[in-house]
Each structure stands twice: as structure tokens, then as C-alpha cells.
């Protein structure tokens, strides 16, 4: 079982440095936006105006979405990238922690997306970053689906089984991640499934004290209830340095999986 409490607890210590650790979260927001750009540049080209059920008005010049619902909303990465880029009537965003900013239109319901009721009638619904912390993902992607209008969209990312590869080779405990196939498996029923993606990102260090660093200042310290003592964090780095050491440089694997779908 997920100790939802402490998840909560201390994602919203690590707000305010979030952003300046969170690098490849970032770059994942990025490429959740670029697959729904993508997307909608085909859909332009076959219809030089159409709007569908879901609240989606699409065009040459523009995406504009009646109601977007996003799901751990964080500090905001996602949320401010679909503002800049899409026009959002009304956008609804969530997450379990206390959120310390976000941009004046949104509005805010704080709770843990696993039990809380959603909106109705969504147009789309975006999370990044957040659902691999479910302790039932194909729960979540059926009341994602009875809350999205016809023809609804739905964008998420989460991350694959090689996802922090490093910390699982040295024993360190971590979520049961899910792969590529397994997602694919859960939404067939109920979506279409218009892009799937998977990406493999190493991100290098100065030393393994650093990646310990990173991991608490973006709140990912959530798996253990017990802060680790002074002398397991010393054999932790020196394991960590013998192994995964290339040139002075010490890696960590994010493993990325990229969903985006149509409500059938």
C-alpha cells in the first residue's frame, strides 16, 4: 500500500525547489505537448474547421478545449505548457499535495485522484509525470474514461520498468512501474489509442550525494517511511560510485512512457 500521507507530505516540501531539479520531468511536459501539437496538425489538415463532441474547437491557427482536467498538477510544469500553447476555456487542475502556485485561471481541487470524484465532461485530460504513484492504474484510466465527453482525449505520462535502473540494481526499494505493453493492455476496451511512446534518458552527475539531492528536492524520496541513516546513505554512495561511474560522471535512467488516446 502507498502511504499516500507521507507522498503528500513530501511533494509539497519539495515544491519550491521542484522546478530547478525537476529536468527531466520538464523535458517530459515538453514532449506530452509536441505529441498533442502533432496531433492536432494532422487533424488541421483533414478539417480546415471542425468541432467535435468533446468540446474541441480545432484549426489551422489554433487548439482551443472547452474543459481540460489535469492530474498531479505539481508545481505547475504541465499546466503552465497547455496554457502557452492551447486555448483552455476552463482548466481544472489536481493533485494530492498542497500546491504552492498556479496561474490565476486555473482552478484547484486538491486530493488524491484515486478516490476524489472528477469533472464531468472533460474535453481532454493531461497528467505528467504522476500516475505511476496509483496503486491501481486501470482504475483510474476507467473513471478517466466515464468522465471524458465523446470523443474525449486523454494524455498521460508515466514511467517503464527501467526507470531508475541504478537504484534498483543496488536493492533500493521502488515502485512496481508498469511497461509499454501493460498500459496498452488496460485502455484497449475503452480508448483508441493515437500515439504511444517510450523513451530511455540518462541523466549525468558529479557525484551520487548529487542524485540524492535531485531526488529529494523533486519530492521522489517518497518510497521509504524511514529516513536512511548516515551509514547507509555512505554505503549507498560508495556502491553507487563503483558501479555507475563513466568518466568522473554518474548516470541515473528515467524511463518515460507516453500515452495518448480517444475515449471510444
Known amino acids: 500500500m502507498r502511504d499516500k500521507v507521507l507522498i503528500a507530505q513530501r511533494f509539497s516540501k519539495a ?15 515538453d514532449n506530452l ?10 487533424s488541421a489538415k483533414q478539417n480546415a474547421v471542425s468541432v467535435g463532441q468533446n468540446g474541441v474547437l480545432f484549426q489551422r491557427n489554433g487548439v482551443s478545449f472547452q474543459r481540460v482536467f489535469e492530474v498531479g498538477c ?34 484547484f481541487r486538491k486530493g488524491d485522484a484515486e478516490s476524489m470524484d472528477f469533472p464531468k465532461d472533460i474535453s481532454i485530460l493531461v497528467s505528467a509525470s504522476c500516475i505511476q504513484w496509483f496503486e491501481n492504474i486501470g482504475a483510474f484510466f476507467k473513471k478517466a474514461h466515464k468522465a ?28 512496481d512501474y508498469l511497461s509499454l505493453d501493460e498500459l ?24 551520487p550525494s548529487d542524485i540524492l539531492r535531485s531526488l529529494k528536492a523533486t519530492g521522489v524520496n517518497s ?17 553507487y560510485g563503483r558501479k555507475f ?13 507516453y ?4 475515449k471510444r
Open 15 to 29: 515544491w519550491k525547489t521542484y522546478e530547478e531539479y525537476a529536468v527531466v520531468q520538464n523535458q517530459i511536459a
Open 148 to 175: 471524458l465527453a465523446k470523443d474525449g482525449l486523454m494524455l498521460v505520462s508515466s514511467f517503464g520498468k527501467d526507470n531508475l535502473a541504478e537504484f534498483a540494481a543496488l536493492g533500493v526499494q521502488s515502485l
Open 74 to 107: 505539481g508545481s505547475g510544469l504541465l499546466t503552465r505548457k497547455m496554457l502557452a500553447n492551447f486555448d483552455c476555456k476552463s482548466y481544472i487542475a489536481n493533485d494530492i499535495a498542497d500546491v504552492v502556485s498556479l496561474p490565476l485561471q486555473v482552478e
Open 245 to 257: 561511474c563513466t568518466d568522473g560522471k554518474f548516470s541515473l535512467t528515467y524511463n518515460p512512457i
Open 33 to 42: 505537448i509536441v505529441m498533442l501539437q502533432n496531433y492536432f496538425a494532422v
Open 259 to 262: 500515452l495518448m488516446m480517444k
Open 223 to 239: 518510497l521509504g517511511k524511514v529516513p536512511w541513516s548516515k551509514s547507509r546513505q555512505i554505503d549507498f554512495i560508495e556502491q
Open 184 to 207: 496498452l493492455q488496460m485502455v484497449s476496451e475503452d480508448f483508441e489509442v493515437l500515439d504511444a511512446q517510450e523513451q530511455h534518458i540518462v541523466q549525468w552527475f558529479n557525484s
